[in-house]
Structure formats: C-alpha cells, structure tokens
C-alpha cells in the first residue's frame, strides 16, 4: 500500500488507507502544509454530515500536539501545524498518528491513524566540517584510520547509503559492519607516507543517501604527515679548507661548516661537533653546536704546530650523523725574536792573545721559521773583535786586531741578532771584556838626559836630582824602581859618590864634594819596573860640582918655610926693569874664584921693586944705588877675585949684592934677626934629603892607598849593594895632606886621568915645595916653574 499511497499523495496529500467499522487511517507525507486535507472523515467513516456537526464531534489527539484539525461543517481532516516525521518519530518506522474522533448524540468514538511517510529532506551529515590526522611517515601500509560515520535522520532509502573517498593516492575506504548494523568507516593506508615529498594531504570523504534527488554530506580529512628521521645529515662538503695566521685572537672566526638534513623539524635539526680525540685540537677549537661556525678558543703557536685537521660530525636528533674535516693551515708571523744564549765568555783576556782566540760563544735561537727564523748578528764598531759562526746559530766571538791594553784597557761589547722578517725582531746582549796586562812597555826616563848641579862641599845626604820614569803597564809591571849602575869614577865605585832611592829616584849625595878634585861626574840611572820579565831603561845623569872659593891662593914659589932664608940676588948694576923674581900662586878653585892679583903689600923702598898686578913679576922700577940695602925684604900679598875674596902673603927677601959672599954675610944677619938663619950650603943639603925623603914616602902611601882601597871595595861590594852608601874616608891617612891625595885619585875626572901621575906632586904641598926648592936659587929654573904652573892650570 505505500506505493499506492505515494501515489495518492501525488494527486492528493493523504490516502486513506482503509476504512473499517469505527476505524480509519491515512497516510500522509510530512511536512504537509498547513491547510493541507487529509481525508473526508465523514465521509470515510459513512457518517452524515450533519451528525459531525450535529454530534460536536472533535479529534482528540491525547497529549501530543494537534497537528491535524477538523472541518465539521464538511468533514475533512486538515493539517492544522506542519509534520516533520523525523522529530515525531526519529528512526521508527512506521511514524503514525492515532487521533480519536468523539461524538455526542450519541455518543461515539472512532479511531484514525494517520500514517506520516518520509520524504528525504535530509542529507547525510558529519559531525565535524574538517578532521585532523597526524601520520607518521614510517606508518605501514595497512595502516587503519578510524574516521567518524555520518549521520542521516531520514529513514529507508533516504538514509545513509554509502561513502566515498578521494583522491585515493595513499588511502582507501573500507567500511566494515558493524554488530548493531552501522557502518564503521576505516582509511586504510595503501602506499607508504614520504613527507620529504608530500606533507600534508588532503582528503574529502562524502556520505551519500539514497533519496531521490540524492543528498549527500562531506569531511574534509586533513592528514599531516609527520616526519620520520630517515634522513641522516650531509655536509655540503666533505672537506673544508681554512688558514690562520699564528697569534689570531681568541675567538676569530675560522670557518662556517654546514650540514643539511631532510628531515623535518627535530629530526632534521643539525647539532655540530668536534670528534678529535687529541686534547688539544679540542681545546684549540671551538664549534658552535648550532651553526657550524668554528672558532679560535686557544692560542695557536705555528713554531708548536703548523697544521691541524678537525673532525667535524653533524648528528640530527635521531642518532644519524655525517662527518666531515677541517684543515686549518697555521701562518707564521714573526713573532719570535732571537734568543742569544751565552755559552761561555771569557771575563779577561791577556793583551798579548794571539788573533782568533775566542773570548766568548754563543748560541742564537730563533723560534720563527723562514725568513722570520733568519738570523744575523752583528757587534759594536771600532773594537778589535769580530764574530765567527762555526754552524748556523753556534756564534763566536774572536780577537781580529791585536790587543793594547796601554791604548784599551777595557771593551764593552754589545751583541745585536735580528732576524729577516718584516719587522724585523732583534735582541742584544753586552759583555764587558777586561784586556789584562802584560808587561809589555820598558819604563821610559822623562828626559834623555839630566843634569845635575851640586855646590862643592855640600852636607852628604844633599838631595841632588829627582829621576822619573814612567811605565805604560799596569800594577806592577808598572812599578818602576831606581837602581844606581855600578860604575867607577877615578876608580871607586859611583855608590860611595852618590846614592838613589830606589821607589822615589830622588838621588843624593853620599858625601860632600870637592869642586877642586872632582869637577863633574857620569853616572847611570836604570829605571825597571816589577815586571817578569823586567823591562828596564838607563839615563845617563851629569852631575857638576860647583865651584866655591874655598881655597885660598897658594904660593908655589918662593917657597916658604919657617926655616927659609932664601934670598934672591939683585946685581948693582941690575937695569931698570931688571926681573928680580916672580911670584907663583896658584888657586885651586876655578874662575874668579881663582883669578889671582898680586900687590906688593910691604917694602922698605918701595921706589925700588914693583909687583906685576896679573903676573907676579918683581922688577926693580929703578937702578940700584949703593944706597939701597944688601938686604931687602919684600911682602907680596896674593889675592883670588872670588867673594869673599881669600889671599895668601908671601915674604921675599932680595939681596942687593955683587957676590955670593956678601949676600951670605949679609944673609946670616938675617938668619940672626930671625933666629932662622942656617948655612945655606947646610938647608940646600938639607932640602935635598928631605924633598928624597918626601917623595919616597909619597909613593909609598900611594901605593898604600891604592891596595887598601881595593880591599876595601872588594869587602864593600861582598857585603851587599844596599848598606848605606857612607862617605869614606881611610882612617889611616887622617892627615890633611894624605886626604888631599886620596880625595884627587877618588874623584878626579877621568878625563884627567892622562896625567894623573903628575897631578900628584903638585897636589902635594910639601912635595911641591921640595921640588921647587931644587931650583929656587937658579934663575934659570924659572923656566921650569912656569911649565909648572902652565900644568896646575890645565887641571
Ligand atoms: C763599559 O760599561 C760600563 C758600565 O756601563 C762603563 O762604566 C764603562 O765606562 C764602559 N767602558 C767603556 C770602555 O766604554
Ligand atoms: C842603557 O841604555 C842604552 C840605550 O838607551 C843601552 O844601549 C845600554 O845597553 C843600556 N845600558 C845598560 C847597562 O843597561
């Protein structure tokens, strides 16, 4: 009957769908509208009209709402409110109404149903507009995904009829069947997930019901997929290249490594390290974890290490990793300089050091390398040394010139090594070298030559002279003592003239000096310093003795003796200027001191003899007269020019007669007046004898002395050099006239040694006087005394 009745419904909204006795029902479509006729209940049920509305009828419809109403008048039953057969009765089937139609008079009650049909106003429809699905990449295929059903309230064909699912790349639709006869909708994965290629995948899953004009509803599935970490990490290279200069600061940056990773979000997150196992590759180096960059963390020394290779790994979060390496070429800067290493050094050398010897050696580093590690070393200017390198830094220093300590004693030498590089670094070193002395220089005199000058009859102990010589050596090579050379002067040694002192070269007289014996002397001086071997120089020193008028004159002739009665002869007829006799005198000192005068001092005539001022001649002024006296005595004074002037008188007697006998007669008065008158015969034997006699023992004291003072020397010398140097004098020759000798054949020039053998009668007084006294009464002599006194002048 429902067919019928969807058929009715086409002509007419309701279909009665059968009449019984008190019962009626319809079937009707929901969502009629309002107004809409059921059926013609009166009609339907075979009542007279008139009985509705005669009867009151009404519909009752018990507690639910009143959706159908009723005419009375003509007996239709009308739609009173709309019908939505789903909120009336959800899924039941069949979905009616029971209404009651009650009647009065009398009373009666009929029943009508009325069947409410579906009709597809509604779609299939999902709970929820979007899904949202996360899978894995790595799900397996088979794979089920529990989708939520859509829901359709209409009922039988226009309910739920099926689902649909695209695209169908990865997923299919299964629908399983469940217990209670829903549907349980399943996608199903059929081809395996790469998110690498496809991360979010869109599908639409659509419910269809099986109404006609058919409705349906739809889902869209949002399926993320989530990554899985099947992607290990790759370095963009495998090998990195990268250079640093040595000393680069902390924390430069070397090089930025780079590893990539597929994956997506933890899995393709990239931590960087360094795998070396050397401790101090991983302490020189740092690696950022994140960004790959590495940096400077130590200090890099190239002179330690030229070249490191870092082990660089890269791991995602899933344990996958990839490994790469770092090689960091280490630049050398000159950042060394040279180390000079002093290996051993001489403090002194001796000046007399042969070239080359080697005060001192070194050995020069320089850590740097090529060029930076190049090293030249140079020493001061101007000094006699130079450097040597046996190997490349093993550097000795050499004498090169030859060492005067005298010039140089003492050398700072500075050492400056410098290496090539740009700039250049350079260190120095100094050492102070003493040059050590050798004796090496003589000591050498101030003067060539000194002269000395002493006055004669000086105190012995006069300082003469000071000699001074000066040695260039050191200490005691340049200890410079004086020593006398042994020389003899007339004979004797030079010690017992003069003496020096040996640290002052003061040189003093050893005893006093007599100008008129002893005019000048040479004597040696050698300087020589304490050297070993000493070195030595001599100076040859003149000492000159001054003269003092010291001596009186001396009158050689006539000779007088307090015995004398020695006359000269004047004849009577003796001419005016006739040479009566000639007064020699001699002054032993020298110059004025020995320029002599003569003066007549006392006459008894005086108109008769002058004296000859410069020569001594006594000449008669006059002729002699018978007046005048046989017997005439005159006094001659002799007087030296020096200051004060000395003098000596000389008595004269002169005989004015014609012969022999009367000048005797006259004569022994004289011997009578002075009670010194002899015989002259008896004096002129006598004077012989005794000038024999003289001159006899004047040889024999010579020889004498002469052996006694070679003893003497001989027991000095023996003694030693250094006893001080005493004047001597032989005690035994004590007398005046001795002493006379002995101190002319001391210190008598040597130039005058020639005539030494005749120096020594004239310096003998008495002798001198015997000798002459042989030829006093002769005129003739004369002669011979003024050869003596030509003699006493040239000494
Ligand atoms: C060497 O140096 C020292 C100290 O600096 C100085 O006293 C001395 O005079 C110097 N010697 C020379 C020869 O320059
Ligand atoms: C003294 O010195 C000279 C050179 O000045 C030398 O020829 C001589 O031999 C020296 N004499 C002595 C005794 O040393």
Sequence with gaps: MPGLGMWFSALFPFILLYSARGQVSYSIPEEMAKGSTVGNIAQDLGLDPQRLRLGKARIYSGDSAEYIALNKDTGFLLIKDKMDRESLCAKTTPCALHLQLILENPMEL?????????????????????????????????????????????????????????????????LRSQARGDKKVEMVLQKPLDREKKGVITLLLTAVDGGDPQLSGTVQIDVTVLDANDNAPVFTQKVYKAVITENAANGFKITTVSATDADEGFNGHVTYYIANKEENVRNMFFIDQNSGEVTLKGLVDFEKAIHYKIDIQAKDHGGLSDSCKLMIDVLDVNDNKPVINLLSVSNSVSEDSALGTVVAMMKVDDADSGVNGQIHCIINDNIPFALTSQSSNFISLRIEQELDREKDAEYNISITCSDQGVPALSSSTSLTLQISDVNDNAPVFEKSKYDAFVMENNSPGLSVLTVKATDADWNQNARVSYILEDSTVNGVSVSSCVSVHPDSGLITAVRSFDFETLKDFHFRIKAQ?????????????KLTIQDQNDNAPQVLYPVQTGASALAEIVPRAADVGYLVTKVVAVDVDSGQNAWLSYKLQKAP???????????????????????????????VVV?????????????????????????????????????????????????????????IVSVISIISVKIYRWRQNKLFYESGANLPVIPYYPPVYADGTLQHVYNYEMCGTTDSRMSDGKFVRPYSQNTLMSQSRLGTVQRQKEQEVDELTLEVRIS
């Design 639 to 695: 007087e030296d020019n020096g200051q004060p002037s000395r003098s000596a008188v000389v008595s004269i007697n002169v005989a004015v007669a014609d012969s022999f006998p009367e000048v005797l007669s006259e004569f022994s008065d004289f011997t009578h007046e002075k009670q010194h008158d002899e015989n002259l015969t008896f004096y002129l034997v006598l004077a012989l004898a005794v000038v024999s006699l003289l001159f």
């Design 605 to 635: 005539d005086r108109a008769l003899f002058e004296v000859g001022l410069q020569n001594g001649e006594i000449r008669t002024v006059r002729q002699v007269t018978d007046k005048d006296a046989v017997k005439q005595k005159l006094t």
């Design 529 to 541: 310093d304490g050297g070993s071997p000493p070195l030595s120089c001599n100076v040859t020193v």
């Design 110 to 174: 009929y029943t009508i149903t009325v069947e409410i049909t579906d009709i597809n106003d509604n779609q299939p429809t999902f709970q929820k507009k979007r899904v949202h699905f996360e899978i894995s990449e790595s799900a397996v295929t088979g794979a089920r995904f529990m989708l939520e059903g859509a829901m359709d309230a209409d009922v039988g064909v226009n309910d739920l009829q099926s689902y649909s699912l695209k695209p169908t790349d990865n997923f299919a639709l299964e």
